[in-house]
């Protein structure tokens, strides 16, 4: 199985910050990432996929970067909305494997 | 707009076999340009995918759980659906189904039902 390695695990900010996530995956995975956003008692919301291709519908301040087994979330100026919980997904192979999580807080 | 909704007992006890529906409205499973898959999220976790289904029957899932799951579709009724025997507590989670763009991943999620393993 590909593990994704996501850090931090937990990350404080404030409004109007910058915030960078990272996910390694344990082999190289071409860009078959994406990246979801949950807000508590809901479900996933995807964000990027194909590592940067921005979901239509989700605001211009997240971008995805990266390839093979290094990926980057980052969301350039944090909103209130956006303090939740993001994952990394790699889907080039089964099983599809999530990173762990990174709890985004103010 | 696509939408999918799971169905099934919010309560199993211990031992039995546990059965979600997920029904799909304003796309067909029938398409050949997605899966349909099923994941999990117990309560306080991460997410873990159980498997996913094609139309044609054709089905991937997770080691983990290949010994215990069903993954099965009724393109007639536009759903599919998950069978997990031998639950045990472990298995208490929120189930999810969602589409699997192929080559982009799960685009669209339905609102996930809690599942809970109990005596």
């Known amino acids: 199985d590909i593990q994704m390695t996501q850090s931090p695990s937990s990350l404080s900010a404030s409004v109007g910050d910058r915030v960078t996530i990272t996910c390694r995956a344990s082999q190289g995975i071409g860009n078959d990432l994406g990246w979801y956003q949950q807000r508590p008692g809901r479900a996933p919301r995807r964000l990027i996929y194909a590592a940067s291709a921005l979901q239509s519908g989700v605001p211009s301040r997240f971008s995805g970067s990266g390839s093979g087994t290094e990926f980057t979330l980052s969301i350039s100026s944090l909103q209130p909305e956006d303090f939740a919980t993001y994952y990394c997904l790699q889907h080039t192979s089964y099983p599809y494997t999530f990173g762990q999580g990174t709890k985004l807080e103010i | 707009q696509l939408q999918l909704q799971e169905s099934g007992p919010g309560l199993v006890k211990p031992s039995e076999t546990l059965s979600l529906t997920c029904s799909v409205s304003g796309g067909s499973i029938s398409s050949s340009s997605f899966y349909w898959a099923w994941i999990r999220q117990p309560p306080g976790k991460g997410l873990e995918w159980i498997g996913s289904?094609?139309?044609?029957?054709?089905?991937y899932y997770n080691p983990s759980l290949e010994s215990r799951i069903s993954i099965s579709a009724r393109t007639s009724k536009n759903q599919f659906s998950l069978r997990l025997s031998s639950v045990t507590a472990a298995d208490t989670a929120v189930y999810y189904c969602?589409?699997?763009?192929?080559?982009?991943?799960?685009?669209?999620w339905g609102q996930g039902t809690l599942v809970t393993v109990s005596s």
């Open positions: 289904i094609y139309y044609s029957g054709s089905t």
């Open positions: 969602a589409r699997d763009a192929i080559l982009d991943s799960f685009d669209s």
